[in-house]
């Protein structure tokens, strides 16, 4: 310890000796000075507490386009027409990538979405973040391959209910999405919507279980929400506050001016839609 302190007070005494010309000295020490300076920067970053932006500040960023997708399959005709609203066909979805990613999208995720919104942190050029709720087993079987030909990683608000039923996935392929670098997250036990939730109960069924059981299946921290049809109200928001929820997801209505993390707009991809329709549905409805 002593040696150090030595070696820093010789640093520090040639360095101030000579500002215009370092002696030879300095720079054979440059690691020890080096080290010195970004061990202080380090320690005074520490001792900032980061200061979470208030509600306005949040909502007057520019928003980030945040694409809501179900079902990744072609039409059947049993396939109503307002359920073909929710249901992208195969080529669709992949033309919408294509654009997205010859545009020169970025995806980002919910952690880079918070700190963006709470404390201003820079995102990359041209961010979008690609949602993916109800469990589908499409998600993992088409989605996932098709985002990985650009690098893209997304987000699946999952009903744990589902888990390891017919059509959904399993428990496994949530697993292996985490471990891929997407996340998951929840949206409830059984997509009951949370305005009708009467009891504590209610709360512990469809949000403290299925937060709890992500963090088992994943081994990560699950703090993120998407409301079951975008319905929420404002009594919401301090139960999933409590609960540990730091971030939640609403659809393409109105955001609440005094919670704006609660309320992070998404927009539904609609099956009818060419990549260059949502390409421009994205731009009018984000800004
Ligand atoms: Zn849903």
Redesign the pocket.
Known sequence: MKKVIVIITAVLTVSFAGCEQKPKETVNNKTTENSVTSANTKDSKESLPKKMADAATITARKQVPVLCYHQIRDWSEKDSKSSRDYIIPVDAFKAQMKILADSGYHTILPDQMYDYLAYGTALPEKPVMLTY??TDDDQFNIAAPEMKKYGFKGVFFIMTVSLNRPKYMTTEQVKQLSDEGHVVES?TWD?HKVTGYKTPEDWVTQIEKPKKKIEEITGKSSHCFAF??GLWNREAIPELKKRGVQSAYILSTKRDPDDPLFTIRRIIASGFWSAPTLYKAMIASFK
């Open positions: 709720d109800d949206h997509h079951p049809f």
